[in-house]
C-alpha cells in the first residue's frame, strides 16, 4: 500500500524515483547521496535446515523455531583484523533473551569458523555481529543485546524491510537495463505493476529514451507495500528514527552506473545509540541475498579503534510460514498449448523480487484422470508465472477441472491460485447459422472450440485466401470478422489453426448475395433523429423527409437485419407531430428508393424540481458537512421532485431511471403522484446502484419502451467512516482514525496531509486545523470537500 506518513513517505518515493533513476553520473549520485550503503563489507554463507530439507538463506522468507541455522563468515585470506561472530536470537522488545541464545566463534580459525545452532523455542529475531577480536568486546555485544532488546529488534526490523524492498527495486532495474528504449517502455508498467511500484507514465510517454533522468525527479511515485512486507510507517512506529531509501551508484562496487541495491540513510546516534561507547559503535548492515550466501553492504566505514565498529546483520524474522496470497488477474479460461502461457497473478511482489518461491509447477488433470505438472516460473516483466520451457501439445482436459498452481514458499508447501485452462485437443467448431454476405465484412460466431487456443484464422475460396480476424468472444465462443468484400457468392472454407495442433482446422460454409431492403423510418415527435430497420442499410447514404436531410449516425446489425441512426440537418425535423409520412433514401450507387416514415408520440421528460436528503440509519460518529449543494453523500437517501415536461403527464406505470457515470450501474425507481405534472422519487445510492457508485448522477424518464432525454441530478461521493479525531494539548500533530481514508486525497489544516493512493491504513497524523476545522478533499469528484470540526 502507499505510505502516507512523513517523514517515510517522502523516503519511500525517493526509493522509487532513485530506482528508475539509470543515466545520472555515477560521481553526482555519490556526492548527493553519501551515506547509502556503498560500501562492500564480507560474506556470510547461512543454511537453514527444516527436518530434512536444507535450503540457502536466500530461499527462505522466515524461520521457525526448531530450524538448524549454519553460518560461515567468508573473509579474505590476507584479512589481519580478526573478528569474532556472534549468532544472537531475540524474543521481543521487553525480554532480555537467556544467555546460551548467544553463540560466537573465532571466524579465523578454520575448525571454529562456523556457528551451527537451532531456533530456540520463544525466539523472534535473529541477528549476526561481527565483533572485532579485542579484550572485553565480545562481553560488552553480549552485554548490550541483554540490557536493552529493543534496539535490536527495531534493527532487525528496519533491515528485513530494507532488503525485502529493495529486492523489488534491483528485479525492476535488473529487467531493463539490457533492454532498448522501446522495450523499456513497453515492459515497465508490467514490470511495476508486478513488483508494486508505481511509475511516473507520462514521463516515459514524452521521452525518446524513457531511462531519462525526469523518472527520478517526479514527484508523483511511489513504493507500495504487499501483503509479506509491513509497511516501513508501521515497522517504525514510535522509533524515534528518520529513514529514507534511496539508489546508490558506485563503480567500485561492481555496480557502475546501473546500481541496483538501496541505500539506508541513518541517524546511526538514535538508532543503536543507547550502546555507542568508548570501546564500541554498531554498525547496521543491510544483507544482499545470493545463492548460497548474503552480501554485506555498510553505510558506514567500519572502524578498528577505538570506539571500534561491531557490524549488525539481520536474518530473516522467526514466525509461523505466511505464504503469499496471489489473486488471478483474469478469469481466462487460458490455453494450454499457447507458447509461453502466463498465468497473470499479483497481490504478492516478493513472488517476483525473491527466490521464495521454488519447484512451482501448474498441475493439470486430464480426461483420462492422471495430472500432468508443468514447471512454472515467476515473471515479473511477464505479469505472472510462465509455464513451461517448451510448448504443451494439445491433449485432453478433465471436463469442469481446474489447474492449480503449487510449489513450496520456503519449506512450507504452497497451494496457489486455480485457472481454468482449454486445450484444442477436441476442437468441432461450428457456425451460429449467421448468414455470410458477400460484398461487406460480416460478423461470424463459432462454438465447439478453445477459442483462446486460435492462433490465426483465414479465408479460401479457390486462389484467393484472406486472413480472417479473431477474438475470444463470450462463454468460450470465437468471434470472427469475414472479410467478403469482392468476393462472389458461393461456397467458401474457413481454416483455423490453433497452437498445438499441427494441422488447421476446416470449416466449409456458403457466402450469399443479400437482396437490401428498406422497412421503414422511425422517429419520436420531438426528436431530430431517428432509427432505419431493414437489409443492406450500409448502402444507404442519406434520407430526406418533407425537404429535412438525415445523415447516417451509425449502423448496427440484430441477426439478419440492420438498424441504421439518422440524424436530421436541420432543426425542423423536431416540429413534426405524430403521424405517417413518406420519405426517399439514397443509396450508394446513386439510386433513390421510397421509404415508409413513421412518427409515433413524443419520449417522456420531466424536469427537476428539487432534492432533499435524509439519513436512515444512525449518524456517523464524527460527522462531515460537504460543501456546496452540488455534492450528494452515498450513505444518505436522495428524495426528488420532477415536473412533467412538454406535452408529458405522469402515470402510475412510469418510471425514473438513474444512472452512476463513473460505474454505469442504473437502478429504475417508482414514482410518487403529487398530481400529473408533479411526481416523487426517492433514491437509496448504496442499495440502488452498488457500494462503488460515485460521480455524477443523471435521470430520464421511462415509459413503456421510450425513454425521455438524460438531465442532471446530482453528483455522488463516498465519505470515509471517522470514528475519532484527536488533538492532544500542546501536540504538533493530531490524529485522525477511521475506515475508508482512501476515499481522500489530501486533508488541508496548516499545513496539507496528502493521502497516497490505495491507503489502507486507519489512522492518520494530521497537522492542527485551520480556523477550527479541517477542509477533507475526496477523490471521488473534483472540487468535493467535506468539513470537519475540531474537537
Known sequence: MPLSLSPVRTALRRVALASLLLLAPAATVLAAEGNAF???????????????????????????????IRVVADLPVE????????????????????????????????????????????????????????????????????????????????????MLDRTRLETFLEQIRTREPAEVARVSPKLADSLAIKLDAACLLRQSDPRAGCLAQSGNAA????????????????????????????????????????????DLARMLGAFQSAQLRFIPALSVPREGHIELLLNTVPSFRKPQSVLVAALPTVAAPTPPVLTVKSAGPF??????????????????????PRAMTLRVPTAAGKTLDLPAAADAAAGGFVVGATATPAIALAEGGEARLQGFWGFQPFDGPRFRLVSPAGDKWQADGATLVVGRDTPLT?????????????????????????????????????????????????????????????????????????????????DTSGTLAGTRLDQVTALEINTVAFTPAGLTRAGTNDRLALTAQAPAAAQWPAGEATGRATLADGRTVKVPVRIVPARPDATLITRSLSRTGAPPAVPLALAGDTFVPQDMLITFSLRAAGTTRFAATDRVEVEAGETGATAQLSLQLQDDHVAIATLDPAKALGPAARGPLRYRLVRDTAAGDWHPLATLVRLPQLSAVACPAGAARCTLTGTGLFLLTRIAGLADTPVPDGFTGTTLPISPPTNGAWQLHLRDAQGAVATLAAP
Not at 238 to 251: E, F, V
Not at 337 to 355: C, E, I, K, M, R
Not at 451 to 479: F, P
Open 38 to 68: 556503498d560500501l562492500a563489507g564480507p560474506s556470510l554463507r547461512v543454511s537453514v535446515t527444516h527436518g530434512d530439507v536444507t535450503l540457502p538463506l536466500s530461499q527462505v522468507p522466515n524461520l521457525t523455531a526448531g530450524d538448524r
Open 79 to 162: 584479512q589481519s583484523a580478526h573478528y569474532r561472530m556472534v549468532l544472537a536470537f531475540l524474543r521481543g522488545a521487553t525480554n532480555p533473551p537467556p544467555k546460551d541464545w548467544l553463540a560466537d566463534v573465532r571466524t579465523w580459525k578454520p575448525k571454529e569458523a562456523a556457528i551451527d545452532m537451532r531456533v530456540p523455542e520463544g525466539a523472534q529475531q535473529a541477528l549476526v555481529f561481527l565483533v572485532p577480536d579485542t579484550g572485553g568486546a565480545i562481553d560488552g555485544v553480549a552485554k548490550a543485546i541483554r540490557d536493552q532488546p529493543g534496539a535490536f529488534v527495531r534493527a532487525s526490523q528496519e533491515l528485513n524491510q530494507a
Open 223 to 266: 513504493v507500495l507495500a504487499d501483503s509479506q512486507t509491513s509497511s516501513i510507517a508501521q515497522t517504525l512506529a514510535g522509533a524515534p528514527a528518520n529513514i529514507a531509501l534511496q539508489l546508490s551508484a558506485t563503480p567500485q562496487g561492481g555496480f557502475g552506473y546501473y546500481s541496483g541495491y538501496i541505500g539506508v540513510v541513518r
Open 335 to 356: 490455453c494450454l498449448t499457447q507458447p509461453g502461457l502466463v498465468l497473470p497473478v499479483g497481490g504478492a511482489p516478493l513472488v517476483f523480487s525473491t527466490a521464495y
Open 446 to 526: 463459432l462454438t465447439g472450440g478453445a477459442a483462446s487456443c486460435v492462433a490465426e484464422a483465414w479465408l479460401e475460396r479457390g486462389t484467393q485466401r484472406r486472413a480472417v480476424a479473431v477474438k475470444a468472444g463470450v462463454d468460450g465462443a470465437l468471434a470472427l470478422t469475414v472479410p467478403l468484400a469482392g468476393m462472389e457468392p458461393g461456397p467458401v472454407s474457413l481454416l483455423i489453426r490453433s497452437h498445438g495442433v499441427a494441422q488447421p482446422r476446416r470449416l466449409d460454409l456458403r457466402a450469399y448475395a443479400e437482396a437490401g431492403s428498406i422497412t421503414g423510418f422511425t422517429m419520436h415527435a420531438g
